[in-house]
């Protein structure tokens, strides 16, 4: 793991974000990667991606914002001792290299109760934690955000610093429940800044074609979301599951099979998103 040096100078970002400066320096795409349900393939459908995106030549960011720091570890890095929010230091500080080349993490933190707590006291401190967030987040092409399932304040902040939510859904029975507590929130954050979030699109995991259930439940989403759910589609792939305990993704673990196949055919979906 090494430390990556600083990416930009970030006296100029906050220009940057209000669009004064695109000439010098293009503040990339930012995905939130987010499902108040467990369990979806939230961390998976981030990690992939971030591979994937970055196999593809992009330089790619991977943020672990859930205390479970699944996607940390899923690359074989170390969870911070201190939430990088709350350290006074610049993101990029404690941002690691991973064994791919292109992708880097900001490792997330099993501590996060100083996060919470600042979050929660006022609209300043969220405040703050989203510039600082937004700051380390420029100059990336690519920054992939994972959350926890819920819809607390750590998921605010990120959707707050994104620029677009990607939500996954697991093909299974009450894939759709609790999804109008989640919309609502995006809605809230859309409001509060119009023109900087969008909805990137939902993408259907852990499909099984041989399954009714499947197929019931992918019918009752597309119809119900109608274009913004990606056609490329997740199989459920032991691969897939196998792939953190390598500290791999599944492009590398496993390239040949349906999981990394499919994670390729969804990165390509986003990028034509451009
Ligand atoms: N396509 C897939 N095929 C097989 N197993 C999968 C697939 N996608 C995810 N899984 C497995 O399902 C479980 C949940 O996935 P993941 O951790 O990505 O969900 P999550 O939404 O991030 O969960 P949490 O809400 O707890 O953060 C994991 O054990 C993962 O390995
Ligand atoms: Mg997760």
Partial sequence: MTI??????????????SG????????????????????????????????ALAHGGMRTLLVDLDPQCNATTGFGATPAAMHPLVLETPLSESIV?????NLFILPGSRSVRDVERIAAQSRAGAALLENHLSLGLAAWD???????PSIGDLTRTALASSTEVLMPIQCEYFALEGLTQMIEVIRDVMQERPGRLSFSGIVLTMHDATLELTSEVETE???????IVFETVIPRDVAVSEAPSHAQSVLDYAPRSPGAR???????????CE
């Fill in 4 to 17: 990556v040096p600083e990416v930009a100078d970030i006296t100029m970002v906050p220009e940057m974000l």
């Fill in 20 to 51: 004064q400066a695109g000439r010098i320096l293009r503040v990339g795409r930012i995905l939130c990667v987010a499902n108040q349900k467990g369990g979806v393939g939230k961390t998976t459908t981030a990690s992939n991606l971030a591979a």
């Fill in 97 to 101: 290299a991973t064994a791919i080349a």
């Fill in 221 to 227: 989403v597309r119809d119900f979301f109608g274009e």
């Fill in 262 to 272: 499919a994670y390729t055919e969804l990165c390509m979906e986003v990028r034509d």
């Fill in 142 to 148: 690519y920054c992939l955000i994972d959350c926890p």
